[in-house]
């Protein structure tokens, strides 16, 4: 069964591209192909070496593995045919063809519960005729599994043909359902196996084939801008009553999958938060992510040949990122079990008020591979090199999780570590991002980068040190040294690594102490870019770019921002940050 479903993957890849372009509902994202690809990749794996279990067991692990590792609507609704599959299993050995015809109807039942708006036409249509034709051949006696499949392939390519009769949308664009049609590529690679043996499945190289990067997907802004997914862990789970919760949100393309123990949801919302906070009702949530599908749409009018991605730990101005299409992959932040996503499911405002609110001392993670790998995906797909500006690999291992996804793109993605954070961070991803709007190459912008990067300072001022003390990243005993001599260390990022830039006298992020500190490091006849980042104090950064560009009289540009979460949950509210580096001479 293994080297069938290997047989049915490489199928449907070599089939991606044609997939992703004929995409067109429930919206047109372009990206079925591309999601039912990298759905079945976790699939595989979680095959791998199971010749000593039962077909249940094995199905309990497919389906398991599909509602981990499923993408978009068509993954989520497979993740739940699967799982109604699994369920009818009887627990032997080997499967015959009444149990496979059995198994198949009821995972086709179950996969039509997963969508909030059934809609015929599309996937759960065509697994509805593949395992009717199954259950047909298996009432009038067919014992042959081979010629059970043989029959199902030849109905569900019928099925897809007929797919545009039931939905106008589709023969308005002249094309069948994509997720059908990835399901009949499926049954393809399937009957391949079949026909020709292990051969053909042996020159398969997985490995090679999910390191090649996505297919161009042609988005498209739809009337909700982040495709939301997680999953809910609990006891007891009743998808009607998830769905039914998520339901009364201004939400699209509803998908709920899974069983009483574990539900993967996957949304289309403009606020993601509100998603979260719906499904954490029922349980605990893992594997939490939100692509704003607006920012994936404007790719197709991105100005170069090399896209810049940076992680939230990056203080930039919204505006910034807008401007030169910076691509930002989110870290995490857990206040006690609750996970929350930068600038998803926590702004910054809220970590600020929670900060104030709350005892506990929230911990900062690493956004996962899978998240790099998912952005630097789309990119390429679209064409594009890629250079990832990351936080300092010593003061986290966001930028090592950047290198792991790199390595799967044969190249084509670089990553850069700026040995800096916040601000400092910030300034480089935006050089480079200039860099690449102006046409150039991927070495050019590294080379530029490296010649900037030692240039690049940044100087932090707490309001109170309690929020470093309470983050680990400064000892009990300074803030009571600190506290007794009234005085206030300037923290600045040196080797990658948190150091002390100086001492101010006074207690607390007092703006002309930390205007004073840079300005003194900057060369008078340089220009330079500034970046100032606060911790819900905005007269306070208003007051330090005063003082700079009072004092300075070759600032580039000045832009303040409110430090996000990464650096917030450190820093606490009333903090400063100021970031700033040299302009380089031939950007514009």
């Known amino acids: 069964m293994v080297k069938a479903l290997t047989a049915a993957i490489a199928r449907l890849f070599t089939r991606r591209e044609y997939i992703d372009k004929i995409n067109v509902f429930p919206v047109p994202d372009g990206d079925t192909g591309t999601n039912m690809v990298f759905s079945f990749k976790v699939i595989h794996e979680a095959v791998q070496k199971t010749d000593d279990l039962s077909i249940k067991q094995l199905m309990a692990r497919v389906a398991s593995a599909s509602l981990d590792g499923s993408r978009g609507n068509s993954g989520a609704i497979m993740a739940q045919y699967f799982h109604g599959f699994s369920e009818a299993l009887d627990d032997c050995e080997s499967m015959n063809a009444a149990g496979l015809a059995a198994a198949s109807s009821a995972g086709a039942t179950a996969a039509w519960t997963a969508m909030s708006e059934p809609v015929a036409g599309t996937l759960p249509t065509v697994l509805e005729d593949f395992s009717s034709a199954l259950e047909d051949k298996s009432r009038q006696g067919v014992e042959d599994i081979r010629e059970m499949i043989e029959y199902g392939l030849l109905r ?112 289309h919302v403009n606020n993601p938060g509100e998603a979260y906070l719906a499904c954490e009702q029922f349980g605990e949530l893992h594997q939490q992510k939100a692509d704003d599908m607006k920012r994936q749409h404007n790719l197709m009018n991105q100005v170069g040949q090399v896209a810049i991605v940076t992680d939230s730990g990056a203080d930039i101005p919204f505006e910034e990122q807008e401007r030169l299409a910076i691509h930002m992959v989110s870290a995490r932040s857990n206040f006690g079990a609750k996970e929350y996503i930068d600038y998803v499911s926590l702004m910054p405002a809220d970590l600020y008020r929670m900060l104030e609110e709350s005892e506990e001392s929230p911990k900062t993670s690493q956004p996962p591979v899978g998240d790099f790998t998912r952005m630097y995906d789309l990119l390429t797909g679209h064409g594009y090199d890629v ?55 991927m070495d050019e912008i590294e080379s530029l980068l490296t010649e900037s990067q030692p240039l690049c300072r940044v100087i932090a001022l707490a ?23 009234h005085i206030s260390p300037l923290i600045t990022a040196k080797n990658g690594r948190f150091g002390l830039a100086g001492i101010t006298t006074g207690i607390g992020a007092n703006p002309a102490a930390l205007g004073k500190a840079a300005v003194r490091r900057m060369v008078k006849d340089t220009g330079y870019r500034v970046f100032i980042a606060h911790g819900a104090n905005p007269e306070g950064a208003r007051e330090l770019r005063r003082y700079i560009l009072g004092r300075h009289t070759r600032v580039h540009s000045c832009h303040i921002s409110e430090a996000g979460p990464a650096l917030g949950v450190h820093l606490g509210p009333g903090g400063l940050v100021v970031g700033f580096v040299p302009q380089p001479a031939h950007l514009n």
């Open 156 to 267: 569900a390519r019928e099925s897809l043909a007929r797919t545009p009769d039931l939905l106008p949308v589709l023969k308005q664009a002249g094309v069948v359902d994509a997720g059908g049609q990835a399901f009949v590529d499926l049954l393809e690679g399937v009957w391949s196996f079949i026909e020709n043996g292990e051969s053909e499945v042996d020159k398969v190289d997985m490995e090679a084939m999910f390191s090649l990067g996505g297919s161009a997907m042609e988005m498209d802004p739809a009337a909700h801008r982040f495709c939301t997914e997680c999953v809910i862990e609990g006891d007891a789970l009743d998808r009607s009553e998830i769905m039914q919760q998520l339901e009364k949100l201004d939400c699209s393309s509803l998908v709920v999958a899974g069983g009483r123990k574990r539900v993967r949801v996957h949304i």
């Open 387 to 441: 250079l990832s500006v990351g936080l300092s690999g010593e003061l986290s291992g966001t930028t090592r999780a950047a290198q792991t996804a790199a390595e799967q793109f044969d190249g084509r993605v670089r990553v850069f570590d700026t040995k800096s954070a916040s601000c400092g961070e910030g300034l480089l991803a935006v050089i480079a991002a200039q860099a690449a709007q102006q046409g150039m190459t």
């Open 463 to 485: 309001a109170d040190l309690s929020y470093l003390v309470r983050g680990g990243r400064l000892p009990a005993w300074v803030k009571k040294v600190t506290d007794f001599l």
